[in-house]
């Protein structure tokens, strides 16, 4: 009940609303599923990843309340929220038992506590939207609903769990002029065509699995490529460092090799079509809190290339 009414208050709130042209040219960035281009794997045979003596159905894997942990031995015992979910699916099966996540989601391994837990509230009280792309507008998502439902002591058992993880390089960043022909599947992950084939890159970001079939098992070991357009990543560091005057230098907050400061989010090999939903959610007013207002001016005079050479740049820096 608490969560309906949470949820109608965020759809009704302007943002919303009026639909800004809001992902207008930046629709890559918020993924939404495509038609599938073939049969879906068996859900029956059991599957096996390097490195890990468990084996799990595909079934199982896709399990969105009791989501795969093939490492067990890599983490702190799991709090019952991020392995089953309390009112929602796990936590673990969008952000991964090694907190690096998807493209579609969001790396949370190793963010200060205070941090997540800030994130948290300003999903629960609506201050920042989790956009989703819906019939070209923007409508409230996922990570309001979760946090409006969670009971405070199982959210702040799941950030403490999440940010005592390690981060670890889960990204390529690759210049490139032609990509892979892609599709976005159910679960909102763009993977190769079966079918093969290239196309222009154009001004996008395209992320794909390094290894599709240990991506879709939730390896939590297989990480991503970027492929980027041409130039983005010296552009990227030349706007990271405040060298064009469109922007500030970001290491001042975010601290060195942008490695995170503080209660200020680390940037460095977080995927970076998250990097460029947040950017231009800060520039569009989707994140309403007094922290992100630190994020407007940094913002405001970037255009779609800027926060695309910002993301490949700071997605190919160093977590570790
Ligand atoms: C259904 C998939 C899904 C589940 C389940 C899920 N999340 Fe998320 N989470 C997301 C997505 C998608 C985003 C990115 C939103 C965006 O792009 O702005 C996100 C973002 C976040 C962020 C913000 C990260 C940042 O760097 O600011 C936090 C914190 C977070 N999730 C915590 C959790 C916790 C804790 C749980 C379990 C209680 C959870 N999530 C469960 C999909 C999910
Ligand atoms: C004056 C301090 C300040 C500067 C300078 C700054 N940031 Fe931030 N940034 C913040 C704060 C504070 C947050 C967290 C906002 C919140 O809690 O919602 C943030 C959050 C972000 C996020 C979202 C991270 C996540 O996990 O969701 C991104 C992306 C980001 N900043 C990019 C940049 C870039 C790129 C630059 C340089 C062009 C930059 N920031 C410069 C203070 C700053």
Known sequence: MKTL???TLLIASPIFAQSPQAGKDLTWAYPVPDPSPG?????TTPRQIPGSSRSYTQAQIDDQYNPPDWFPDEHAPLPNVVQKGIQAQACGSCHLMSGMGHPE???LAGLPVAYLLRQMDDFKHGLRKDP???EKSLRAARMNIIAAGLPDEEMRQAIEWFASLKPSVWYKVEEAQTVPKSWVNNGRMRLPLPSGGTEPLGNRIITLPQDP???EARDPHSGFIAYVPPG?????????NGNTGKTVQCAICHGEGLKGLGDIPRLAGVHPIYIVRQLFDFQVGANTSSAAAQMKKVVEKLNEDDMIAIAAYAAS???E
């Open 5 to 7: 009414l949470s949820l």
């Open 39 to 43: 049969a879906a794997a068996a859900g």
């Open 105 to 107: 989601s969001a790396t």
């Open 132 to 134: 989703e792309i819906h």
């Open 213 to 215: 079939a240990r991506v």
């Open 232 to 240: 983005s990543l010296k552009r990227g560091e030349d706007l990271v």
């Open 317 to 319: 820096l160093n977590p």
